[in-house]
């Protein structure tokens, strides 16, 4: 899953805590970045190829298709993150199918898929979310070349975020968005240019309430505009400095939420960073710069507005063939509905690290912190969170994964402190 957010920027396992709604993991298409004199060394242990392991598709013409099937059974100690836990077992079905084109040039992809859970107990927590959409990338010629990518899907929000409110909603928050982005970079030498943009729409559903009646939550339909325009120089081999402006637009459908705020902004971000490569080391992004949002005034008593440092960092470290770490930071704003609240100002960081303790046992941990301050109240929330997986693969159609994670919030509002376990036990079939 993604987050919503202001302003593009780098999104870290950290945000899963945070208060933004989640956009699956299958909209991603990552690939892995290639740099002159690239060797096996710059590549993470998660990107390596393993022909005895890797799933090979199902050959059409010009295009491979990869289903995959994922299994999980989980077990979790407090499923509503409360302070008073409630723990249940729940099953995940997550199918999947990938069309993706095996050209010499250009790239076209369609993929859907679906989470499916199933609780035992608490059977308010069943539902599912799907997603179907498509992404490519057109190369004009070698200094140039375009992309895109569109999805449509229903997702749902989870319950560590503050717009959930737990022991009153009988289920979680649900909604639609439909999204479509496209981006162009252009690089005859040394100098090159970046401009992107990109679409949001977001239509709540209503959320059934325990005892009988609905939340309707279509104070939160809105349609989001991004905007983006980058300048970057290649100073010196492997190291690029940048100048990026950001801009953004808010739309809610209606002028007033539940709570008479108006929350419509906008918004920009100026940054200046560094995409650097140390030898076979270190490769990433850095940057620092300025942000400001802005609240319409459409009432009395206008949510505060937010300004300040901007920042992030997205870094690979390849310490060894056999073991990868990655830290990643950022500021973003996201969305709340807590009352007088204009934002939650998430300031979070994340490490992890990928080890091949063999061929076909892959070992990875993780821990990050976010800060959440929701401006215009006195309330902060501080998410941190670890865990540890084991990643089986059995052969090329068949892995195993076993995964534990730790959750907690510690708020100066205790009513709303909770601690969490999970422990889940999957198997992932594809062809």
């Known amino acids: 899953m993604t987050h919503r957010r202001f302003t593009p920027a780098l999104v870290t396992g950290a945000l899963a805590l945070s208060c933004t709604a989640l956009t699956p993991s ?6 892995v970045p290639t740099y002159i004199g690239m060797t096996p060394e710059d590549v993470g242990v998660m990107d390596q190829a393993r022909p005895a392991y890797d799933a090979k598709g199902i050959p059409l013409g010009a295009f491979r298709l990869f289903p995959s099937l994922d299994l999980s059974g989980s077990y979790d100690d407090n499923v509503f993150r409360l302070p008073t836990a409630e723990s249940d077992y729940f099953f995940t079905v ?15 992809e369609i993929y859907t898929g679906l989470n499916n859970y199933e609780y035992t107990k608490y059977t308010g927590e069943n539902l599912t979310d799907w997603i179907v959409g498509t992404d490519g990338r057109l190369d004009i010629s070698r200094a140039a070349e375009l992309s895109a990518n569109v999805f ?26 439909t999204h479509a982005d496209v981006q162009a970079a252009y690089q005859p030498n040394r100098l090159g240019v970046g401009l992107g943009g990109s679409y949001d729409r977001y239509v709540w559903t209503a959320t059934p309430e325990i005892g009988g009646g609905w939340l309707y939550n279509s104070d939160r339909n809105q349609d989001e505009y991004q905007a983006y325009g980058k300048v970057f ?37 100026v940054d200046g960073g560094m995409d650097l490569q140390i030898s076979h080391l270190l490769r990433g992004e850095l940057f620092v710069g300025y942000l400001d949002q802005h609240f319409d005034q459409n009432v009395p008593t206008p949510l505060p507005n937010v300004s300040g440092l901007d920042f992030g960092a997205q870094l690979d470290w390849y310490v060894s063939p056999s073991l990868t ?25 994340a490490l992890s690290a990928d080890y091949e303790f063999r061929p076909n046992v892959i070992v990875q941990v993780r821990a990050s912190y976010t800060e959440s301050h929701y401006v215009g109240t006195t309330r902060t929330d501080n998410y941190p969170a670890a865990g540890i997986g084991v990643k089986y693969l059995l052969n090329r159609y068949v892995s195993a994964d076993l995964n534990y994670n730790y959750s907690n919030r510690s708020a100066n509002v205790t009513s709303v402190n ?7 036990l999957g198997l992932n079939l594809h062809i």
């Open 325 to 349: 770490a990655h830290l990643t930071a950022s500021r973003q704003l996201a969305d709340v509905i807590l009352t007088g609240a204009s934002a939650a100002d998430n300031r979070n960081v």
């Open 233 to 269: 120089y290649d100073f010196s081999p492997g190291y690029s400095a940048f100048v990026k402006v950001s801009y953004d637009d808010r739309h809610f459908d209606l002028l007033f939420d539940r709570s008479g705020d108006d929350r419509s902004s906008h918004g920009y971000r």
């Open 418 to 424: 909770f601690d969490d376990n999970t422990v889940s």
């Open 26 to 31: 299958w909209a991603q298409n990552y690939v």
């Open 152 to 177: 449509y899907g229903e997702f749902h929000e989870l319950w560590s975020s503050p717009n959930s409110i737990a022991g009153y909603q009988a289920s979680p928050n649900r909604y639609y968005q």
């Open 94 to 108: 997550s199918p999947t199918l990938r069309l993706k084109s095996q050209w010499g040039e250009h790239f076209f």
